[in-house]
């Protein structure tokens, strides 16, 4: 799971039937709506895997920001994912760059040497748009300790797809 979700989530919520989650915060009235479990899938995947999710907070005083979230696992290291623009998708052919805060205080190791990392990426809600009505998405995460390069499938397609719907016309 990646940081937004469990962050904002703690058990509380439940998956609607596209993989969707909505939160409420009793305390100060926000409501996060994401998706989780974004995986994008490789046929023998080497190098690691890489989830990349969205999500809308919607503040207590009507402020809408969107969100898209990389999560990174390796059982060889972290990428090392510094703060600038480290997300590149290219969406129908066109390019374009996502800067973030990179990850390094969101690093996590087990004693299995499983590496966890998570970035969160500030975006528009119509770069969720673009996403969601695109029919090719190139991601590229670029690290001090490597790159990562993944497509978007038709699952993945299909998320963003139903996350647009149901949460950039409210």
């Keep these: 799971m990646g940081l937004v979700l469990a962050a904002w989530l703690g058990g509380c919520a439940r998956p609607d039937k596209q993989g969707l989650y909505t939160h409420y915060d009793n ?7 994401l998706i989780a479990d974004n995986k994008l899938i490789v046929p023998n ?17 009507g402020v809408k920001l969107y969100h898209l979230e990389v999560h990174f696992v390796s059982n060889v290291g972290w990428l090392q994912v510094e703060a600038g623009e480290t997300l590149v998708l ?29 970035a969160i990426y500030r975006v528009g ?29 038709a699952a993945n397609l299909e998320k963003f797809k139903s996350f647009a719907g149901s949460f950039l016309k409210k």
């Excluded at 190098?47 to 809308?56: D, F, I, Q, T, V």
């Excluded at 805060?101 to 499983?114: C, D, E, L, M, Q």
């Design 45 to 61: 995947e080497t190098g690691g895997e890489l989830w990349l999710n969205a999500s809308r907070m919607n503040e207590a005083n």
């Design 27 to 33: 305390i100060n009235g926000d409501t996060v709506d």
């Design 125 to 153: 809600a119509e770069d969720i748009q673009r996403i969601a009505a695109a029919k090719s998405v190139k991601v590229k995460l670029f690290g001090v300790k490597g790159s990562v390069y993944r497509e978007f499938d």
């Design 90 to 118: 290219t969406i129908d052919g066109q390019e374009k760059k996502y800067e973030g805060t990179g990850s390094a205080n969101f690093r996590k190791s087990t004693s299995k040497g499983v590496f966890t990392e998570d």
